[in-house]
C-alpha cells in the first residue's frame, strides 16, 4: 500500500469531544464506561447540531470491560442522541484501542465504504469488572448443565471457599506477570534515562495542559461531565522542584526513577471524534480539521526477545516514515503518548541512536532528533491523565485543531499499548 | 418551582377554604400550545371617535378565525353622543375552559369574551375617554378567565396639541388601572401606534392577545411604521434562520432555546464551558448546537461569528443575550472584584458582543434586518437592596437597548429588551422564604411568572413582524408594583 495520503478519498478529522479526564475513584467512581461514552457521544452530537441525525458507523472500545458489555459501542449510540439506526462495533487493542478506531473509521470513509464515522474510545479503572474466580465460574458452570437435582448436587459439591476470592483486573502482562512500570523500568535502566528528564517532561506536560485550558484551546474539544470542567490530573502549579520530591514506585536501586509523578495515574474518561469524507463535511458546512495520511501498527516480541515492552511505536514509525517518503524532522508537532515519561523519552532516543536504528529498524542513519518544543504541545497523558482507550481520540482531536489553528503542517501521533504494540498515525493540515 | 400556594388554594378542597377565608387564589395562567385557539371565548372590537385602525384590527382578528361578537347593531365607532350598548351575541361561541370566574355571572345568554380590542388612537379630547369607559365597561363583567383586553393609542409624544396629549396619556393611567382591577388571568395592555402604515401593529396585536403573553400585564408597547416581514407561517416564524441564545444550559436561557426551536429557528446555545454538560442536553434536545464560549473573553464575538460563517453561511438573524450572573450584597459591602465580574458580564460584554456582531463587514456577524435581545431585570427599573452591581448591569443594558435601536434602525435591525420580574427559577427558588412570598404576590397575577413567559416575549421581539417594535423594554412582570 502507497499510503493513499493526500488522494481525494482521505478522511477529515470534523472535530472532537472528550469529558475531562478524572483520577480512578475520583469525580466518575460512579460512572460506568458506557455513562461516559454516551457522555462524549452526546458532546459531539451537540457540538455539531447532530441530535437525531446517523453516521456511518461508531467504532469505539475499552480495555477494561464488563461481560455485560459485550456491545459497548452499540449499547452507547443507542443510548445517545445519535440516530438509532447508526450502526456500531467495539474494538480493543489495548491503549491503541482509541488511535485504531480512528484508523478504522477513515480506512472505511477512504474507501468509500461509508461517509461519516464517530471513533471512540472510554475506559474505567474505578468502575473495574471484578469477576468469580475460574473455580467458582466451573462450578457454577457445571452444576448449570446437570440434568437432575442430583447431578446439580453432586457439582455443587466442587465448590471450596476459596473461590470466593474475586478476580480483579490487573495492570499486567498475562505473559510475563510484570506490571507495564515494572517492564518500562527495564527499559528506563537499559536507556539510561534519568530522573530528571522524566521530571522536567512531566512538568511540561501539565504547564502546556493547563495553558491549553487558560487559553480556551479545549472550548471545543472538552464537555464537562459529573461537575468535573477540567482534567482531575492536572497540576498547573508542578513543576520539577515538586516533581523530584516524589518517591521512585518502579525500579530498583539506582535505577529506580519512575514516580507517580512521571507516570501516568489510573483514570477514567472516554473520548469521541467525528470524521469524514471532505464532501460529507461541506454538504453539512461542518469543519474539516485535518486529514488522516496514513497509519501503521507495529508489535515487537518482549516476551522471548529483548525488546522493551513500550518499543514498538518506534518501529512502527519508523516503517510509516518510510512509506510516505517522510523524515522525523518533517512535522509541526510531534503528539507521543506518556505512558510514562520515560517512555518518550526512550522512544526518542531509539530513533537518534544509530546502533538501534541500524540493529532494529534496519536504517543507514538514525532518524535523529525532534525539536522538543513541538513535543506535546498542548499537554499529554502525564497531566491529562490516561483512561486506556480514550488516549487515542483526545490526541486525535487536540492535533487536528491544532493543526487547523496552525493552518498548514504535519502531526505525528505515536501510542505504546499493552501486549508490545504501537499504532502511529500522520495527520495534515488541510 | 412549584408555587404551593397557588396549588393549594386552586385545588377541589382548598378552594372552598380559601374562599371561606377570603384569601386570594392566583388563576392558572393560559399559556400558549401551538395550535390552540388565539382567544378563550369570542372577541368584541370596538372603536372610539375615529378608530382609523378598526379594519386593520378587524382583519388580524378574522386571519386568527376568532369569532367577532362586535354586535352588527352597535356602532363600531362610539362617540359622546352615541353611548355605546353593550354588546350582544350575535353568535355562539366557544364555552370558557378553565376555572370559573371570580366575578357574578353576567346575566343572559351573552357569550364571554375572550378579548376586548379598542381602538382609542384617534381620542383627542376628554370626552372620547368616556367613549372608552362606556365601550370598555359592560366588557368587564363578561370576561372569560385569562381574557386580554387590548387598547390601541397615539403615542403621546407624538401629538403637540396638549389636550390630545394628555388624552392619550391618560389611556397609559386607564390600563395600568384596569390591570389591576381584572381577575382570573386577564391581562390589559396597550399599543401605541405610531402614525403610518399600520401593518406594524399585527405583531404586538397577535402576541398580547395571545397565550404566549401570558404574563405581560399593565404595559405599554411602542410600535413605530416599519418594513413588516410578516411571517409565511406564524406559528414557525423563525423557520430556516439562525439564533444564539447566550447563558443557555439552564433556567430562562434554556426555556428561550425551547420556543425559538419550537417556532423553526436553529439555535446555536451558548454557555461558559463549565455549564457545558448541561448545555448540551439543551442542544441536543432541539437538535441545537452547543457552543462553549466564555462571553467575556476578548475573541467571543469572533468566535460567534466565525461559527455562524462556518455553519450557517455566515448569516445570524437573532442574538439573544441572556446570560448574567448575580453577586449580590450591600454596596457597601461590595469589593472591585464582585462588581466588576458583574458588570462585566452581564453588561461590558453585551455592548463588547454588539459591537462585533454589529460590524457590516464581519462574515458571520448579524444579518441586515436582524434582531437582538437583551434580557434585562425588574431590579434594573426598580432598583433592589443588596443589588446595587446587578441594578447597574440590567439598567446599563435599558441604556445600551434604547441607544443602540437608534443607531441600527437603518439597517432594519431592532433592538430591545425584556425586564422579567419574578420568575420560578433556580435562582429564585434560592431567595428565602419569606422575601420569595412576597415577590411572588405582589404583582396583578399574584403568582410568579415562568421561564416560558420570559421565551414567549423575547421570540416575540425577535420575529420579522415584530420590525415596528424597538428600543423598548417590555416587563414580562404579571404587572409588579416593583419599579411601575
Partial sequence: MSGNSAGPGAAVI??????????????????????????????????????????????????????????????????????????????????????????????????????????????????????????????????????????????????RPGHLVPEIPRNSEPRTGLSMGEHQAITTAQWQVSRESQDVLAAASHHNLAAAYDRGFFDDLVTPYLGLVRDQNLRADTSVGKLALLTPVFGRGDDATMTAGNSTPLTDGASAVLLASPEWAAERQLPALARVVDAETAAVDYVNGDEGLLMAPAYAVSRLLARNGLSLQDFDYYEI??????????????????????????????????????????????????PFAATGGRIVASLAKQLSVKGSGRGLISICAAGGQGVVAILEAL | ??????????????????????????????????????????????????????????????????????????????????????????????????????????????????????????????????????????????????????????????????????????????????????????????????????????????????????????QVVRVAPADVRAPTDWSRPFAGQVVVVTGAARGIGASIVEIF????????????????????????????????????????????????????????????????????????????????????????????????????????GLAEGGRIVSVSSLSGIAGNRGQASYAASKAGVIGMVQALAAQVADRGITVNAVAPGFIETEMTARIPLATRELGRRINSLGQGGQPVDVAETIAWLAQGASAGVTGQVVRVCGQSLLGA
Fill in chain 2, 261 to 364: 426551536a419550537r417556532d423553526g429557528a436553529h439555535v446555536i446555545c451558548l454557555d461558559v464551558p463549565a455549564a457545558g454538560e448541561a448545555l448540551a442536553r439543551v442542544a441536543n434536545r432541539v437538535a441545537g448546537t452547543a457552543l462553549q464560549v466564555d462571553i467575556t473573553a476578548a475573541d467571543a464575538g469572533q468566535r460567534i461569528a466565525a461559527h455562524v460563517a462556518q455553519r450557517h453561511d455566515g448569516r445570524l438573524d437573532i442574538m439573544v443575550h441572556n446570560a448574567g450572573i448575580t453577586r449580590d450584597k450591600l454596596l457597601v459591602n461590595t469589593d472591585a472584584e464582585w462588581w466588576g465580574s458583574v458588570l462585566g458580564i452581564n453588561l461590558g460584554a453585551q455592548l463588547r458582543l454588539n459591537e462585533v456582531l454589529l460590524d457590516p463587514e464581519l462574515r458571520g
Fill in chain 1, 14 to 159: 470534523v472535530g472532537g469531544n472528550r469529558i475531562p479526564f478524572a483520577r480512578a475513584n475520583g469525580a466518575y467512581a460512579r460512572a460506568s464506561n458506557q455513562d461516559m461514552m454516551i457522555a462524549a457521544l452526546d458532546g459531539l452530537v451537540a457540538r455539531f447540531g447532530m441530535s437525531g441525525e446517523s453516521v456511518g458507523e461508531v467504532a469505539a472500545g475499552a480495555v477494561l470491560k464488563h461481560s455485560r458489555d459485550f456491545n459497548l459501542t452499540r449499547e452507547s449510540v443507542l443510548g445517545s442522541r445519535l440516530s438509532h439506526t447508526t450502526p456500531a462495533y467495539d474494538v480493543q487493542q489495548a491503549c491503541g484501542t482509541g488511535l485504531e478506531a480512528v484508523v478504522l473509521v477513515a480506512n472505511k470513509i477512504a474507501l468509500g465504504q461509508i461517509d461519516s464515522g464517530i471513533a471512540g474510545g472510554v475506559d474505567s479503572a474505578s468502575d473495574a469488572p471484578i469477576a468469580v474466580s475460574d473455580g467458582l465460574r466451573h462450578t457454577l458452570l457445571a452444576s448449570n448443565r446437570a440434568r437432575t437435582p442430583m447431578d446439580r448436587a453432586r457439582a455443587l459439591t466442587g465448590f
Fill in chain 2, 1 to 218: 418551582m412549584r408555587d404551593r400556594y397557588s396549588d393549594l388554594v386552586n385545588s377541589r378542597s382548598g378552594k372552598t377554604v380559601a374562599g371561606m377565608l377570603g384569601l386570594p387564589r392566583p388563576a392558572k395562567l393560559r399559556r400558549y400550545v401551538p395550535g390552540q385557539p388565539l382567544l378563550v371565548g369570542a372577541a368584541v372590537v370596538k372603536g372610539v371617535a375615529g378608530a382609523p385602525l378598526l379594519p386593520e384590527i378587524r382583519q388580524v382578528l378574522a386571519s386568527m378565525a376568532v369569532p367577532d361578537v362586535s354586535d352588527a347593531a352597535t356602532p363600531d365607532v362610539a362617540t359622546p353622543d352615541v353611548a355605546t350598548q353593550d354588546v350582544v351575541a350575535a353568535q355562539a361561541s366557544p364555552s370558557p375552559a378553565g376555572p370559573s370566574l371570580s366575578r357574578p355571572s353576567p346575566s343572559g345568554s351573552a357569550p364571554r369574551l375572550g378579548a376586548v380590542v379598542i381602538d382609542a388612537s384617534a381620542a383627542r379630547v376628554i370626552e372620547d375617554l368616556e367613549s372608552l369607559r362606556a365601550a370598555l365597561a359592560p366588557c368587564l363583567r363578561r370576561l372569560s378567565p385569562c381574557a386580554r383586553i387590548v387598547l390601541v393609542g397615539t403615542p403621546p409624544e407624538s401629538l403637540a396639541d396638549p389636550t390630545a396629549a394628555a388624552t392619550q396619556r391618560a389611556l397609559d393611567g386607564i390600563i395600568r388601572s384596569v390591570a389591576k382591577e381584572l381577575r382570573g388571568g386577564a391581562t390589559a395592555n396597550l399599543i401605541y401606534a405610531g402614525q403610518g402604515p399600520g401593518a406594524a401593529l399585527e405583531s404586538p396585536l397577535r402576541f398580547l392577545l395571545s397565550a404566549r403573553s401570558a404574563y405581560v400585564d399593565g
Fill in chain 1, 337 to 386: 503518548h506518556e505512558a510514562f515519561a520515560s517512555t518518550v523519552l526512550v522512544t526518542l532516543a531509539a530513533w537518534q541512536s544509530e546502533k538501534f536504528c541500524h540493529d532494529r529498524l534496519g536504517l543507514d542513519a538514525p532518524l535523529g532528533a525532534i525539536d522538543r518544543s513541538k513535543l506535546n504541545v498542548n499537554g499529554s497523558s502525564l497531566a491529562a491523565g490516561h
